[in-house]
């Protein structure tokens, strides 16, 4: 089958219409989040069992995923380093790639897995099973009641994670560089610490709260505006990791340039 | 009282209510009947405002429920939802004691609890069901503490979707005498949506039949034995011959 010019434009047209349409649905949403957070009535509850749900148990997984990036990062440091005889920078470079970029994305990505799929799964059998009609028969809105505390304690909590993943992954590179590539203890750590800079942690920690509040606007989101049944929920639970994934690179690298860009 | 008058909602092409006018009196049982998809549960939701209505006028004593003050006029209802839509999170008495826990009817955790222990008995649940999370029941125990939770607040209008869905006879009948008894007792008004006969008989004081977007016919229940109204007569039958077609 052929296009004719104006069905050709037409068909390349619809979903870029519908992709701006998008985008705009969840900046409305964001931005109507945002307005419930600063009113009240609000649901302390909710919002402690959250930061359990979203900080506490993703412990594991960040810390097990930095633990295990921060020795491989090592170890390519050294490989790559030994090609120009600057093996000796593994701990600065470790912890700058930790603390800028590793430790804030890939803690985010396995928040945006663990939480964001939880999140619409969670919400969007709620929705399927007329929990949020009734949360509203019952004069309670499901914004304030289960948005706003999942999107603040992601906020609050991803940054924590990542100043955790930070020190796990660099404690990983300095276990591999100790242990594999004959760095005396002592003096890898003295110049991780001498190295870092206050910047190098906080705009990765800034980074952290970004991506937060992004994974639980999408697992929110689409848990929101699931459709009916099993695969409907399904569906949601893909569509919020997927988005919160895509959305965690897009921003790092956003901002990553208005953080370090000459 | 409430007072529907040329009420339509559509979605998309799906003209599923088409001018509805229904006056349910107040203290009176309602029961709305009529098969699956007519819009029985597009209407109750429209009422709530669940479901925003395209055109027409919903009135609660009077007042356009469109421009009323949300959560004063939603703490004037009960509900009860046909799965029962308990809180998965949420134990046995904090799900029947919602309400009183939030908002304006807020009350200490200790009493808000009392109270929900005793909706529960009203029910016929046992105090101990109250620390049990709602997975942890059968539907038809689910459907009483749906049941107790509607009642927690002592609402002036209770709406009850599907109450027997998915229940053997001896529950559904059970259920079925809780809400007589219940609504008897509060006085309140009952908006009732069902399409099991044996529940309109035990509940209703008035029948109404909604069909192809419109209510097709209102009456008593001795009323809708007798009306020559063919389609009444096909669906208290269950008929497969009449005016309504059986492949939808």
Known sequence: ?262 | MIELIGVHKAFGRNRVLQGVDLTIPGGQSMVIIGGSGTGKSVLLKCILGLVRHDTGKILLNGQDVTKADRDPFLARFGMLFQGGALFDSLRVWENVAFRLMHGALKRPKTEAREIAIEKLRRVGLAPEVADLYPAELSGGMQKRVGLARAIAASPEIIFFDEPTTGLDPIMAGVINELIREIVTEMGATAMTITHDMTSVRAIADRVAMLHGGLIRWTGTVAEMDTTPDPYVQQFIHGRAEGPIPSVR
């Not at chain 1, 610490?193 to 992004?214: H, M, N, P, Q, Y």
Request: with cysteine; hydrophobic share 55%; charged share 10%.
């Open chain 1, 1 to 262: 089958m052929t296009l004719s010019p104006p069905g050709a434009l037409a068909a390349l047209g619809r979903p870029v219409l519908a992709a701006l349409a998008a985008v705009g649905r969840v900046v409305l949403y964001a931005a109507l989040a945002l307005g419930h957070l600063l009113r009240p009535p609000f649901y302390t509850r909710e919002f402690l069992h959250s930061v359990m749900q979203i900080g506490w148990n993703s412990l594991p997984v960040v810390g097990m995923t930095a633990i295990f990036t921060g020795g491989a990062l090592a170890l390519q440091i050294y490989a790559g380093g030994s090609r120009f005889n600057a093996e000796a920078v593994v701990p600065q470079i470790v912890a700058i790639g930790m603390a800028r970029e590793l430790g804030p994305v890939l803690g985010g990505l396995m928040v945006a897995a663990r939480v964001a799929s939880s999140i619409a799964a969670e919400i969007g059998t709620m929705k399927v099973t007329e929990q949020i009609d009734a949360l509203v028969t019952l004069s309670t809105n499901p914004m304030k009641y289960l948005v706003v505390p999942r999107l603040l304690a992601a906020t609050l909590t991803v940054p924590a994670l990542v100043a955790t993943g930070d020190a796990i992954g660099i404690m990983g590179g300095w276990l591999v560089g100790i242990t594999r590539l004959d760095f005396n203890s002592a003096t890898y750590l003295k110049n991780t610490v001498e190295f870092l800079e206050f910047w190098d942690i906080g705009s990765g920690l800034v980074k952290g709260a970004v991506f937060g509040f992004l994974v639980a606007l999408m697992g929110c989101y689409h848990g929101m505006n699931s459709a009916r049944g099993a695969q409907g929920v399904g569906a949601a639970t893909k569509a919020a990791v997927v988005a919160a994934s895509v959305l965690i690179l897009g921003f790092n690298y956003v901002l990553t340039e208005l953080f370090f860009s000459a």
